[in-house]
C-alpha cells in the first residue's frame, strides 16, 4: 500500500518546532503541536483565577508557540488561515493523538537523555507503521533509538530542518543503522515534492553535513580573524555576497543563530571527535565564552557581535571589539583585493581575485577556503558517501552560491593544490587521486549533463530529476531557438517553448517585447504552447526603470508611447495566438513582472512569490495592462444572478487599494488574497519543479482542447464611482494622510478604474481602459515629482513621498 502523510504531529514548540508545523500545515497538512505542562501559573493567568489543571494553562507553552507564527517575521505561514491546521495540545494530557500520526517529529531541547524519554513515551502510543523523526541538529539517531523496538528503529530517522524551516531550502536525512530503506527513500521524496525542500542522505556523525562544515567554516574565520589581527566588522565585509555567501556573512549570522547556539553545537563536534587537531579547531575562543557569560547572545538579546543604538545622528550599528568587549562605530573596509573582486561579475573570478591577492584580506580569504575545502575532501565518505551531497547541503542550508567542491574548481585544483602542498598541508586521498588520475575538476559538464568526481575514481553523472528543467542545460543541448539581450526562446520538449527573459534583474525592456512577438510566430507554427519563465534571481523586477527616466528626462514621450502600446498589442496577439501560455512566476515579480503574468491564459507561480504593482512607488500607475486587468478582475468577482443586483464598488475599491498601497505579497497564496493571482492558478511548492510544472500546465490546457480567449466587456462604476473615490483622497490629503503628489497619482489611478468619464453602467471594452491607463502613465511620467520618485528609487533603492 502507498505510504502518505495525511496527519502529523509536533513535539516542541520552541521556534524550531513552531516553524515545522507551520511548514507542514503550508503543506496542507493538519499537525498537533505539542509541548510540556508549565509548572506554575503566570501572573494573568493567576488574575483571571485560572487552575493548572485549566486546559488553558496546561497548553499554554504550546499555543503560546502557535501565536507567535503571526508575529514572527518573515512570516513562517504563506496564509494565515493555514494556522487553523494546528491544533496544540500537552504531552501529558494529548499523548494519545499520536495515534493518528503519520508522521511524528520530536522538536525539544537537544538533550540525547531527554529525548529518549519522550521517544519511550511516544512508542507507547505511536501506530504501527507511522514515521519518528528527530528535527535534531547533531544529537547522535542511533543512539536516541535505543532500547525502543525493531519495528520503532525501522521507522525512526533523522530530518535536520534548518531554521526558518518554510524559506531554507535543506532538509537533512539520517538513517539510523536500522531504519528501512523503504522509509529513507519515501521521506526523502516526501521532503521534496510535498514540502518542496532539497534533500540531502547523510551518515550519522556530528551535526552530519552542513553544520559540520558550516561551523567549522566560522571556527577557522574566527581563528584566522584573531590571527591577522582583523575586525568583526572587516571579516564579514570579507565572507558576503564578494564570496558568494549571504548578506550576513559570518558575524551577523552567528548573531541570528544565536551564540549560545553556535557554542552548542561547535561543542557537539569537539566532545565527539577523537581527532586532536579537529578538536583544537571546534575549541570556542575565551571572548565568545564571556559574551555568552554576559548574555549577548545576538538579535535574541538585542546585542552580540553588533547591536543598533540611538545616536544624535539616528540609528547606528556597532560593531564589538572582541579585545575589549566594548562596542564602536564599525570601521570602513580597505583591502584592495576585495575592492578588485568587486568590480568583477563573475563569482570564480571573484574568488580567485581574492584568493591570490597579497594583503591581509586575501590572506584572511585563502586560509579560510584552504581548511575548509581540506577539511570537506577529508570528510567525503566519513559524513556523506559524494561531494554532490555535501556542496548541496551547503548550498541549501547555508545560503552558499557554491558548495566546497565547486568552490575548489573555480579556484583551480592543480594550482590551489600546489599552493598548498608548498605550505605544508596534507592532500586529503580523493584530492590526490583526482589529480593522479590526470584530471583537473570535481565536476565536468557535457552537453548539459554534470558528472562528480566519486570515492571509487571514477566520475558519476549526477542523476537527473525529471521533474526539473535547467534552461541552461538545455541551451547547451542545442535547444535555443532565439535569443536578444534581454531574452531567450527555449525548446522545453514536447511540444512547449519557453520565453526566457535574460536582462538584468529580468527587467521590461523593447527587447524582452521583440523576443515576445517572436515567440508568438514561433510558437504558432512549431509548437503547442508557451512557458514564460527564467531561473534567475527574481522572475522580473518591473520595467527598465533607468531606461524610462532617461526618456522622460529627454521628453522623449513617443518612445515612451510606444513602449506602452507595445506592451498592449503583445498582450493581444498572445490572446489571438491560439495557444495556450502559462507565466511561471517567482521571487520577486513586481509591476511589469506581473503584468507579464496578464500575458499568460494562467499563472503556475512558486509558492515563494512576492507579486505586486508597484508602481505608485515611483510615481505612476501600471500601464502594461496591469491597471486594466486588476480592475476586470474585480469585476467578475462580482456576484451576478441574484435577485438584488450587487453594488460593484466595493469589489473595485479594493483593487483600487491594492494598487495604490503598492501592496506586495509575502508568498503567492498571499498573492490570491491580493487579486493578483486567481484561485484557479497554480502554486508549486518545490522552486525547482516550477518551469516543470508550468509545461504541464500547457499540455494539460492543450489536450482539454484549448480555446482563444475572446474580448471582455464590462459596466464601469463611471463619474458616480470616480466621484467617491476622490472625496476619499481628497480628506485624506486634508488630513495630511497623502501629498498633493500621492492625491495625483491616486486620482489618475482612480479615473481609470472607475473607467473614466462616463455614466455608471456603461458597458466598455479592455481596448477603451488600456487607452485610460496609458494616457494616466504619460500624465504622470511627464510630472517632475514623478520623476523625482524614480530618480530616488533607483539612487536610494526606496520610495520618496514628495
Known amino acids: 500500500m502507498e505510504r502518505k502523510i495525511r496527519k502529523a504531529a509536533v513535539l516542541g514548540s520552541g521556534v524550531m518546532g513552531a516553524g515545522i508545523a507551520a511548514h507542514l500545515a503550508n503543506a496542507g497538512i493538519p499537525t498537533y503541536l505539542l509541548d510540556v505542562v508549565p509548572g506554575g501559573l503566570t501572573a494573568e493567568e493567576a488574575k483571571k483565577g485560572l487552575t493548572l489543571e485549566h486546559p488553558a494553562v496546561r497548553n499554554r507553552i504550546a499555543q503560546s508557540g502557535k501565536d507567535r507564527l503571526l508575529k514572527a517575521k518573515p512570516a513562517p505561514l504563506y496564509d494565515r488561515a493555514n494556522l487553523a491546521l494546528i491544533t496544540v495540545g500537552n504531552m501529558e494530557d494529548h499523548l494519545s493523538l499520536l495515534a493518528e500520526a503519520d508522521w511524528i517529529i520530536e522538536a525539544v531541547v537537544e538533550n540525547l537523555e531527554v529525548k529518549k524519554q519522550v521517544f519511550s513515551a511516544v512508542e507507547a502510543y505511536r501506530k504501527p507503521g507511522a514515521i519518528v523523526s528527530s528535527n535534531t541538529s547533531g544529537v547522535s539517531i542511533n543512539e536516541m533509538c535505543q532500547g525502543r523496538s525493531d519495528e520503532f528503529r525501522k521507522h525512526f530517522l533523522g530530518t535536520h530542518f534548518f531554521n526558518p524551516p518554510r524559506y531554507l531550502k535543506l532538509l537533512e536525512i539520517i538513517p539510523g543503522s536500522e531504519t528501512d530503506t523503504d522509509v529513507v527513500r519515501f521521506m526523502q521524496r516526501f521532503g521534496e515534492t510535498v514540502l518542496g525542500k532539497g534533500t540531502v542522505l547523510c551518515k550519522d556523525t556530528p551535526n552530519f553535513i552542513a553544520n559540520r562544515i558550516g561551523t567549522y567554516g566560522l571556527q577557522v574565520s574566527i581563528h584566522e580573524m584573531v590571527r591577522l589581527g582583523l575586525a568583526v566588522d572587516e571579516v564579514d565585509a570579507l565572507t558576503g555576497p564578494v564570496i ?51 548574555g549577548w547572545i545576538g538579535q535574541k538579546s538585542g546585542q552580540g557581535f553588533f547591536k543598533q543604538e540611538q545616536t544624535a545622528a539616528g540609528k547606528e550599528i556597532l560593531a564589538i571589539d572582541y579585545q575589549t568587549l566594548e562596542y564602536r562605530p564599525r ?129 558519476a553523472l549526477i542523476e537527473e530529476n525529471k521533474q526539473i528543467i535547467n534552461l541552461a542545460a538545455l541551451k547547451e543541448q542545442g535547444k535555443l531557438i532565439r535569443k536578444n539581450a534581454g531574452a531567450a526562446l527555449i525548446d522545453l520538449g514536447d511540444g512547449v517553448a519557453c520565453l ?26 512549431d509548437f503547442l504552447g508557451l512557458v514564460i519563465g527564467n531561473q534567475g ?188 473615490l476622490r472625496q476619499n483622497l481628497y480628506s485624506m490629503r486634508v488630513g495630511g494622510l497623502i501629498s498633493e503628489h500621492d492625491e495625483l497619482i491616486a486620482s489618475k489611478l482612480a479615473y481609470v478604474m472607475s473607467g473614466g468619464s462616463l455614466p455608471a453602467g456603461t458597458e466598455v471594452s479592455e481596448a477603451y481602459i488600456l487607452e485610460l491607463e496609458k494616457q494616466a502613465f504619460m500624465d504622470l511620467i511627464k510630472t517632475q515629482k514623478s520623476q523625482q520618485r524614480m530618480q530616488h528609487m533607483l539612487a536610494k533603492g526606496k520610495a520618496l513621498r514628495n
Open 244 to 294: 558568494g555567501r549571504p548578506k550576513s556573512a559570518t558575524f551577523r549570522t552567528l548573531d541570528v543563530v544565536g551564540l549560545d547556539t553556535y557554542v552548542h553545537v561547535a561543542r557537539n563536534v569537539q566532545e565527539k571527535s577523537g581527532d586532536p587537531a579537529e578538536q583544537a579547531v571546534f575549541e570556542v575562543p575565551e571572548f565568545i565564552l564571556r559574551m555568552v557569560e554576559k
Open 331 to 459: 570601521v570602513k573596509v580597505n583591502f584592495p583585493s576585495l575592492a578588485a573582486a568587486k568590480s568583477s561579475k563573475d563569482l570564480p573570478q571573484k574568488l580567485r581575485t581574492l584568493a591570490w591577492g597579497s594583503d591581509k584580506g586575501s590572506q584572511f580569504i585563502w586560509n579560510l577556503f584552504k581548511k575548509v575545502l581540506l577539511y570537506s575532501a577529508a570528510k567525503v565518505g566519513e559524513i556523506a558517501d559524494d561531494i554532490v551531497a555535501i556542496d548541496r547541503a551547503m548550498k541549501w542550508g547555508f545560503g552558499w552560491e557554491l558548495g566546497p567542491f565547486e568552490t575548489w574548481d573555480a579556484l583551480g585544483v592543480e594550482k590551489s593544490v600546489a599552493r598548498m602542498r608548498a605550505e605544508g598541508e596534507a592532500i586529503p586521498p580523493l584530492v590526490e587521486e583526482l589529480l593522479a588520475s590526470g584530471k583537473t575538476s570535481f565536476y565536468e559538464y557535457t552537453d548539459g549533463r554534470i558528472a562528480a568526481f566519486a570515492i571509487s575514481g571514477k566520475y
Open 500 to 525: 526566457e527573459l535574460t536582462s538584468p534583474n529580468n527587467a521590461l525592456g523593447m527587447d524582452i517585447l521583440h523576443m515576445a512577438n517572436t515567440a508568438i510566430d514561433v510558437v504558432k507554427q
Open 537 to 724: 534571481k527574481n522572475f522580473c523586477v518591473g520595467m527598465n526603470l533607468a531606461m524610462a527616466l532617461v526618456e522622460a528626462q529627454d521628453e522623449n514621450w513617443p518612445e515612451l508611447e510606444l513602449l506602452v502600446k507595445k506592451f498592449h498589442a503583445v498582450k493581444q496577439a498572445f490572446r489571438q495566438m491560439g495557444r495556450p501560455v502559462v507565466a511561471a512566476p517567482f521571487g520577486m515579480t513586481l509591476g511589469g513582472g506581473v503584468e507579464l503574468c496578464y500575458l499568460a491564459d494562467r499563472v503556475q507561480a512558486s509558492a515563494e512569490t512576492y507579486m505586486g504593482l508597484v508602481e505608485a512607488g515611483v510615481g505612476l500607475i501600471p500601464a502594461g495592462g496591469g491597471t486594466a486587468e486588476m480592475l476586470f478582475r474585480a469585476m467578475e468577482n462580482v456576484p451576478q444572478g441574484g435577485t438584488f443586483p450587487v453594488d460593484p464598488f466595493p469589489f473595485v475599491v479594493r483593487a483600487f487599494e491594492t494598487i495604490a498601497l503598492a501592496k506586495v505579497s509575502t508568498s503567492a497564496h498571499e498573492a490570491v488574497q491580493l487579486g493578483y493571482l486567481r484561485p484557479t492558478d497554480g502554486i508549486s511548492i518545490h522552486p525547482d519543479y516550477l518551469l516543470y510544472d508550468a509545461k504541464q500546465a500547457v499540455l494539460a490546457m492543450d489536450k482539454a482542447g484549448y480555446r482563444t480567449r475572446q474580448p471582455r466587456k464590462i459596466r464601469v462604476i463611471g463619474e458616480t464611482g470616480y466621484a467617491n
